[in-house]
């Protein structure tokens, strides 16, 4: 049994590495720390905190989430800054410009606008979706565009008056008419003026979007949104030089004729282009592929079956490019062969993931194996 002086000992103790002495103890919890552990702790949270999540500091004991005010006040203040600036509740999906290096943002957040600008950006909106669905093509007899725009309208109001109506919930009935109006439009063979690389209906259709979302006040569905947005209207053009740039791929835009795979290996192929530039296009061919939910090109060099898209979070499997469950195995998709199983003495499900240890494997090490039971046949008389 220990004695007293051996717990008031461990209770003047920091309770991550049980040597220092404490410095401080939380207010909400009361775990207790020293001030070299703690600020280890949180410089290894902002570190991971890459993407377009926002990264919570816990309390390294209980695991509770604890607030700004009081964690920032035992850490130097360059790391709140850092802090702050990879966790932005609204931060916008971003490209570099290939040709001026400029950063070219997605959909830029109008969340924090006042009343009236809201509304006004509200009615611009609705005009603009009066103009689209009379201006475009819209083959579809049961499309009443008078009741769309009135539903619309009145949506919008409920969600200046009482938000009894989202942002997301409008986004979702009209998202798929946006979509619609481009579809049914009609290619134009007039050449389009120089920085209007697309028609004028994916062009209106494509603001609408940016502009109807930017209007979402909730961080986690903006983040959803503007995913949507990229993943049906990836054309955008840099705002300092004007250059074509693809937000799904990063290259030229190139979505009238090729898509982003198509673009890349006939680039890959250009002589014209530098050795370099042609090695780096074949990586990319023979290591990415199209996020299944966001539509945005990522990497995968090695490693399991199983992808979370460091973008939009999306989990999935590589081989196959469905949503990850437990029909896919680690290291061999449900959609592979089953003459390929049968080669091998372990089936994908009794792999592990990268990093965990093959309890089957380690067990089977330690077990006496299994005796063959002997059958007796009769004897002849």
Known sequence: MESPEDMEYWLQRCSICFDAQLDFCLEYCRDQFCYDCFEKYVREIVR?????????????????????????????????????????????????CSTCDHEIRAVKSRAHYSSDDKESLLKNISSSLSTLFHSSPFNDPRFDIPSFLSKFETDYLNFLLDHSVTIREIYRYVLPKLIHATKSEKKEKRKSPRHSPYSST???ASKISADLLSLEERPD????????????????????CHHEVCLQCGEASHHRKQSCIEYMKSKAINSSESLEIRHNLQWKLDNSKRCPNCCILINRED?????????????FCWICLCSWSEKCGFFRCKTES??????HHTSSDDLPEIGVPNVIEIQAKFSPPRQQPQISLPSQT
């Open 303 to 315: 490693g399991c079956n199983k992808v979370d898209c460091l973008y939009c979070g999306y989990r």
């Open 48 to 96: 991971n905190s890459w993407g377009l999540n926002v990264h919570h500091v816990k309390c390294p004991v209980c695991q509770d989430v604890l607030c700004m005010a009081e964690w920032c006040k035992y850490v130097p203040s360059s790391l709140v800054r850092k802090y702050s600036q990879n966790n932005r509740p609204f931060r916008s999906f971003t490209r570099h």
């Open 221 to 240: 569905h903006w983040k959803e949104l503007q995913f949507k947005h990229i993943a049906n209207f990836p054309q955008t053009h840099c705002t300092e």
């Open 338 to 343: 089953s003459d390929i199983s049968s080669t």
């Open 202 to 204: 994916l062009s209106l």
